[in-house]
């Protein structure tokens, strides 16, 4: 099961920080990956980490927005600095399919958390 959690009311330029508590699996242990779905728009790829510790991000967060991951408590955090109006949306995290499909694409995960909304008011 996957909780996330941060989201909130910024205004633009400013930051926040999304957490994703796991129970039932170790993020250390598991790709796990950011998606962000906008009112009237399909989900999009924002970031993941692969059980490396390998990361990848969209072009649109890059340099912008970090994934994490604390072993010890379980939680995978997404840091977002200099966030825009394009910013807003929900965001999900998820783990991904092990051996399925790319790191960007939503069909890739199998497990998903129940979404936090991101409201970046210009």
């Known amino acids: 099961q996957l909780q996330a959690s941060g989201g909130g009311l910024v205004q633009a330029g400013g930051s926040l920080r999304l957490s994703c508590a796991a129970s039932?699996?170790?993020?250390?242990?598991?790709?796990m990956g950011w998606f962000r779905q906008a009112p009237g728009k399909e989900r999009e790829f924002a970031a993941a980490?692969?059980?490396?510790?390998?990361?990848y991000y969209s072009d649109s967060v890059k340099g912008r927005f970090a994934i994490s991951r604390d072993a010890v408590k379980n939680v995978v955090y997404l840091q977002m600095n200099s966030l825009k109006p394009e910013d807003t949306a929900v965001y999900y995290c998820?783990?991904?399919?092990?051996?399925?499909?790319?790191?960007?694409?939503?069909?890739?995960?199998?497990?998903w958390g129940q979404g936090t909304l991101v409201t970046v008011s210009s």
């Open positions: 998820a783990t991904k399919v092990p051996g399925i499909g790319r790191y960007y694409s939503a069909e890739s995960y199998g497990y």
């Open positions: 039932g699996r170790t993020v250390s242990s598991a790709d």
């Open positions: 980490m692969d059980w490396r510790g390998s990361l």
